[in-house]
Every structure is written in structure tokens, then in C-alpha cells.
């Protein structure tokens, strides 16, 4: 997915003459800690609430302050894993999205971030979670996948952890069967090591409840 998909214009730009107050309104109202400066669909900048309480006189138009902004960004065109990147990087609650002319076309906001891998990851789905612990030598997803699928099953999603300290690698499947007893014994046929699994019944509701939390969190 490209970031010109997940682009939203719910929340607005600042100008360079709004206020410092009115940039806290809106971080409140919008549950962000960081606000885009755009004038004629020039990015200037994010500026932060860190930034506006610094400021001596907040109720004066931005523009009148020697702000420093920093200028994080995606063009509409990058894998939506350069936001990621960028939001990890610099602990960013949104981040402003250009076109290949450099005009300001919106954001990508933290929760609408979370919302997307959250739905690639299938985590509303019914299923069944198999974690694999594998030599990097011997991880063949061509072979995983065709060991579920001849137990009549299919993958909804996966994401594979590499283990810097070791030459071992940890895939984590998620099913949409919830009786997976017939793919571990598959596994172990194939002796590939289960390292560990969890059927819907334990599983989703801890990780709804999880991610529920997360979103109230950035709601606050």
C-alpha cells in the first residue's frame, strides 16, 4: 500500500498565522501532539505542543516566533512502511504526506496507521496463531504455506522476527481455522518446531482488548 492511500484531510493544517492557542485546540480536539505548518501548499513544518508551551506569548500568530520546525515527510508515491519508519523513528503522532512537486496533500495520522496494520494483520478475525521457531537456513514460506493449505486452511497473515544474538527465526502465522491440531501434527511430521500456539478462544480476546486499549491511549 502506497501512503496517497491512507492520506486523510480530517485533520487540518496550521498556517503561519494561526496562534499558538488555537494550535493546542486543535492538537486536543484531534489527539495529536503534532500539527503541520502549511501556507500555499508549502510544508513548512511540524511543530509540536512541546514547541507552542515553550512559547512566551502563545496567543501571538506562529509566524511572529523563531520556531524551529523539523520536517518529516512521505511522498504520496512511498510504501506506507516509510511512514512507519518515520513514526517510530521520531516518535511522531502524524506524519505530512507531498506530492513529486513538494505541495503539502495531507496526513497520515498515528491512529489511522495503527487501524491499517491492525486490519493487515487480520486481528478481527476468528483464527488460530502458530508461532515457528526456524533455522534462517531452512524458513521456506513455500513450504509453510503449502503444509497449511493441505490441512484445508488458509493464512491470513504472518510476520517473521529475526533473532540478531542467533541464526534463528520466528514466524508467527495466524490461521482462519481455530482447531489447528491437524497443522501442528503436519509440523511435526515435517519436524519443524512449534514454539508455541494459541486458539481463538485465549487468544482474541486478549488482543482485541489490547488494541482497544492502544486506541483509547491515543485518544487521549
Given at each position: 500500500m502506497l501512503a496517497e492511500e491512507l492520506i486523510t484531510d480530517t485533520i487540518p493544517p496550521l498556517k503561519t498565522s494561526d496562534s499558538g492557542i488555537k494550535a493546542l485546540h486543535w492538537m486536543d480536539e484531534f489527539r495529536v501532539s503534532?500539527?503541520?505548518?502549511?501556507?500555499?501548499?508549502?510544508?513548512?513544518?511540524?511543530?509540536?505542543?512541546?514547541?507552542?508551551?515553550?512559547?512566551?506569548?502563545?496567543?501571538?500568530?506562529?509566524?511572529?516566533?523563531?520556531?524551529?520546525?523539523?520536517?518529516?515527510?512521505?511522498?504520496?508515491?512511498?510504501?506506507?512502511?516509510?511512514?512507519?519508519?518515520?513514526?517510530?523513528k521520531m516518535n511522531l503522532t502524524l506524519v505530512p504526506v507531498l506530492d513529486a512537486d513538494n505541495n503539502y496533500l495531507g496526513n497520515i495520522s498515528l491512529r489511522t496507521l495503527v487501524e491499517h496494520f491492525a486490519a493487515t494483520a487480520s486481528?478481527?478475525?476468528?483464527?488460530g496463531i502458530i508461532v515457528l521457531e526456524l533455522n534462517q537456513n531452512d524458513y521456506s514460506l513455500a513450504q509453510i504455506s503449502r503444509i497449511v493449505e493441505e490441512n484445508d486452511t488458509k493464512i491470513l497473515s504472518l510476520s517473521l522476527n529475526n533473532n540478531e544474538d542467533s541464526t534463528m527465526v520466528e514466524l508467527t502465522i495466524k490461521v482462519n481455522r481455530?482447531?489447528?491440531?491437524?497443522i501442528l501434527?503436519?509440523?511435526?511430521?515435517y519436524n519443524i518446531q512449534v514454539k508455541a500456539t494459541f486458539q481463538q478462544s485465549e487468544f482474541s480476546e486478549d488482543l482485541r482488548?489490547?488494541?482497544?486499549?492502544?486506541?483509547?491511549?491515543?485518544?487521549?
Open positions: 503534532h500539527l503541520p505548518i502549511v501556507n500555499h501548499n508549502e510544508f513548512l513544518g511540524l511543530v509540536s505542543d512541546t514547541d507552542i508551551l515553550d512559547l512566551n506569548a502563545p496567543e501571538e500568530a506562529l509566524g511572529n516566533h523563531p520556531l524551529t520546525l523539523i520536517r518529516p515527510f512521505v511522498y504520496a508515491t512511498e510504501h506506507i512502511f516509510e511512514v512507519l519508519k518515520l513514526v517510530a486481528v478481527q478475525n476468528p483464527g481455530e482447531d489447528i491440531r491437524s501434527a503436519s509440523f511435526a511430521r482488548n489490547r488494541f482497544d486499549m492502544f486506541m483509547n491511549y491515543i485518544n487521549m
